[in-house]
C-alpha cells in the first residue's frame, strides 16, 4: 500500500514538473498525476525494451520518468491544441 502511494506522489511531482518545463498551463492536480504516473510507466517500460538487464537507481528512474512525462506532456498539449472548440453559428 505504501508503495503505491509513494509512486502517485512521485507521479504528481514528476508530473507537475513536466507541466512546468513544457510551457503553458498544466492539466490540474489530477491530470498532473496521471500524467507523470503514465509517463513514469512508459519510461521505465521503454528502458527495460532499450537496455535489458540495465538497472537505473533512484535518480535515473526519476530522470527518465520526468523525460518522459515532459514527452508525453508535449504530445498531449499538441493535439489539445489542434482540437478547439469551433464558435456556435
Known sequence: MLH???FLIIGGVIGLL???????RGFGIIG???????????????????????????????FVSLVC????????????GRRRPQAAP
Open 18 to 24: 513536466a507541466g512546468l518545463i513544457v510551457r503553458g
Open 69 to 80: 512525462a515532459v514527452v508525453l506532456v508535449a504530445l498531449l498539449k499538441a493535439i489539445a
Open 4 to 6: 503505491i502511494i509513494g
Open 32 to 62: 498532473d498525476v496521471i500524467v507523470g504516473v503514465v509517463g513514469s510507466l512508459v519510461g521505465g517500460y521503454s528502458w527495460q525494451l532499450l537496455f535489458p538487464g540495465q538497472t537505473l537507481g533512484r535518480f535515473g528512474s526519476f
